[in-house]
């Protein structure tokens, strides 16, 4: 076919040599074949996004993990096993979605407000505030094998975030996070994380037990983090989704996370969470 084209346009190659017009066309035919050969190999969840967003990490050093499908059978997997446990999740869901995304619903996986929040506390305008959305914390735990490139990683979080929202349905998301991600050192999935710090799984957790649960999402130094705790807690009282007698667990159980040795606090820092919980 290329040859007829020469044949054809003699008067087009008194500019262009038909050997490199040749060449060039040759090349182009190769790896529109390799990629199309690439596109009929993909896995049930992959997509031409994420083959181009995996080659990009390559290229800017950001390790990804190397099987992404066998991954997500594991982070199912996880779920499945909550399931047959039958461990009830609702709380915990409604307290994953008020403490770490609000908008969880409303958005394809980037809360751009929050990333603008995010980029004013750089500049010393607003105070420093997370604006990883729970679809981004997702990807960070599963995939991204790296941390320590805080910009590269985010890079990718926001990149890969609408793959995984066309991939996944929202609820089977949250599914997910609660089953696979991080709640505390080595601790991934509530199952690990209920064993770790109440040596039990809890099949009914009440608000104050869920409440406690996310809070230690990825507090990866055990640390009694005061203020955070007392404005979200106080937060989630104003709106309806705490009361005072779950404020009042809610304090048992940090103290006995401090007593087990399962969190790091002062007895000052304690003495403040209770009573400014109880106040």
């Not at 307290?95 to 995304?101: A, G, N, R, S, T």
Request: positive net charge; contains cysteine; glycine residues 4%.
């Amino acid at each position: 076919m290329i040859a007829y084209m020469v044949k054809q346009n003699q008067n087009f190659f008194e500019y262009i040599p038909a050997g490199a017009f040749i060449a060039c066309c040759a090349v182009v035919w190769f790896f529109a074949t390799m990629l199309v050969y690439r596109i009929s190999l993909l896995d049930v969840h992959e997509t031409s996004r994420l083959l181009f967003y995996r080659l990009l990490a390559k290229v800017i050093g950001l390790a990804l993990v190397e099987n992404i499908e066998y991954i997500i059978y594991r982070a199912k997997l996880s779920f499945h096993e909550t399931d047959r446990l039958e461990i009830n999740t609702q709380e915990i869901k409604k307290f994953l979605i008020f403490i770490e995304d609000r908008q969880f619903y409303s958005h394809n996986g980037i809360n751009y407000r929050s990333i603008a929040r995010g980029i004013l506390s750089l500049i010393k305008i607003k105070p420093r505030s997370g604006g990883s959305t729970i679809v981004q914390q997702v990807i960070r735990t599963l995939f991204i094998s790296d941390l320590q490139k805080t910009y590269r990683r985010k890079f990718i979080e926001l990149s890969l975030a609408p793959w995984l929202t066309n991939t996944f349905s929202k609820d089977t998301i949250l599914n997910i996070y609660i089953s696979a991600v991080r709640f505390e050192r080595g601790c991934f999935g509530i199952v690990e994380a209920m064993e770790y710090f109440w040596c039990k799984v809890e099949k009914n957790p009440n608000n104050a037990q869920a409440f406690f649960l996310i809070e230690r999402v990825s507090n990866v130094r055990s640390r009694l983090l005061v203020p955070k705790i007392l404005e979200t807690a106080k937060s989630a009282k104003n709106k309806g989704l705490m009361d005072e007698s779950d404020l009042h667990d809610l304090i048992f159980l940090y103290e006995e996370a401090v007593s087990n040795n399962k969190i790091i606090a002062s007895s000052d820092q304690l003495k403040v969470l209770r009573d400014s919980l109880r106040g």
